[in-house]
């Protein structure tokens, strides 16, 4: 790979939103070496394994996406709707892994 395509861009953070520290999804990342994150809506899976490549510096094995819809809540006694998030469960090589409760 060139400097250019292994560097962090921009558009990288734009597409990797945070990472999900849930228990399911750290059951997810002991069992089959997966890190979960919200993305954007937008996303593709190619376009989400490059940015996780790009900005942690790991090999990228498969991506999963799913799309959370929103709860209808109440807030302040009014009815409300929670925006729809989309997650990514991206598996790692083996080898790799992704510390998220520390950052890298």
Do not use: C, Q, W
Request: charge should be positive; proline fraction near 4%.
């Amino acid at each position: 790979m060139s400097k250019s395509e292994t560097s962090a861009k921009p558009e990288h953070y734009d597409v990797i939103r945070k990472p999900i520290i849930t228990e399911k999804a750290t059951m997810a990342g002991e069992l089959s070496n997966a890190v979960t994150f919200e993305v954007a809506k937008s996303a593709s899976k190619p376009e989400i394994k490059s940015a996780v490549e790009a900005l942690f510096g790991v090999k990228v094995k498969a991506v999963n996406t799913t799309i959370t819809k929103g709860k209808v809540k109440r807030f302040r006694g009014r009815p409300g709707v929670r925006s729809d998030v989309k997650k990514a469960y991206v598996m790692l090589e083996a080898g790799n892994s992704i510390d998220v409760n520390t950052g890298l």
